[in-house]
């Protein structure tokens, strides 16, 4: 029993990266992918930093938060500069050991068609997908230099590769927020590199969320639960030796 408890600690451990305080910035925490991520590295014994649009809304993420102190609840609309900016001062001298840019929008599918294409929705869901994840990371870049791992990654899908776009169009503002993601992260890694900061590109597969639902895919994606434990292990074992792909949460490459 005794045995049993010593592996729990030091599986938890293990997971922590180091021991101590190690702290993780999460965006859009309030449903899916984001939700799992808190509840997986606030059950490893992180501190969490979980931001979402809507605190009020968010009745998962802030009951998870009522029984864990280590999980700080924070109000970010990654498209609002200001507000990340404020983030940003609010924890200035925090150390973040990894920044997950996770938020992101589908947008209006319809409005992303060929035949329909809407120049506001095509915008808009670059500005959350893209230019969010890159000022984010901008923004808490003193935070990252300050933590022991310093990680950053973006949230890449299938539909950013042009290799795996012969099959399908559809989607014209999600897949271009994505491509703009993956250069942009590829350029922010070659910008960061000398200064040790890894700046890593994942995807979590196709997963049951609500922005799977609202693709018109439901019912063919793993849980969410999967994604996050295989991205978890991604995130863990990325170097500056080893990012330069677009790595799934199985450990697949996504092709550009
Ligand atoms: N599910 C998949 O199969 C799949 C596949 C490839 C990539 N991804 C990527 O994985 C990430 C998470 O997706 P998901 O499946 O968990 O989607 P989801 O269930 O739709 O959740 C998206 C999250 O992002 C937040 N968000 C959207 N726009 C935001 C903004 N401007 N500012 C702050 N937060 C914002 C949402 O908050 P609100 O509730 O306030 O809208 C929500 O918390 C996304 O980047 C997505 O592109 C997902």
């Given at each position: 029993m005794r045995v049993k408890g010593l592996l729990g600690g030091l599986l938890a451990w293990a997971l922590c990266g180091v021991a101590g305080a190690s702290t993780v910035l999460v965006t859009g925490t309030n449903r899916g992918i984001g939700l799992e991520f808190v509840r997986q590295y606030a059950g490893a014994g992180w501190t969490v930093i979980a931001t979402v649009r809507?605190?009020?809304?968010?009745?998962?993420?802030v009951a998870l938060a009522a029984g864990n102190p280590k999980i700080r609840v924070e109000k970010l609309d990654v498209t609002d500069v200001a507000a990340i900016e404020a983030l940003a001062a609010?924890?200035?001298?925090?150390?973040?050991?990894?920044?997950?840019?996770?938020?992101?929008?589908?947008?209006?599918v319809p409005k992303q068609k060929i035949g329909a294409l809407d120049q506001a929705e095509f915008l808009a869901v670059i500005n959350?997908?893209?230019?969010?994840?890159?000022?984010?990371s901008e923004a808490f870049k003193p935070n990252l230099l300050a933590g022991k791992t310093r990680k950053v990654f973006g949230m890449s899908s299938g539909l950013g590769s042009s290799a795996q776009t012969a099959r399908r169009g559809d989607f014209y503002g999600y897949r271009a927020s994505k491509?703009?993601?993956?250069?942009?992260f590829r350029a922010l890694a070659a910008d960061w590199r000398a200064e040790g900061i890894m700046v890593g590109i994942i995807a979590p597969g196709m997963v049951e969320t609500d922005l799977l639902r609202a693709s018109g895919f439901p019912g063919r994606g793993i849980t969410v639960e999967q994604s996050v434990r295989g991205m978890m292990q991604i995130i863990d074992g990325m170097t500056l030796?080893?990012?330069d792909k677009v790595i799934n949460y199985d450990g697949s490459v996504i092709p550009w």
């Open positions: 809507n605190p009020a809304t968010a009745t998962e993420l609010k924890y200035r001298g925090q150390p973040i050991d990894i920044l997950i840019n996770n938020a992101g929008t589908l947008g209006d959350a997908n893209t230019f969010g994840a890159l000022k984010v491509a703009a993601l993956n250069v942009s030796e080893s990012n």
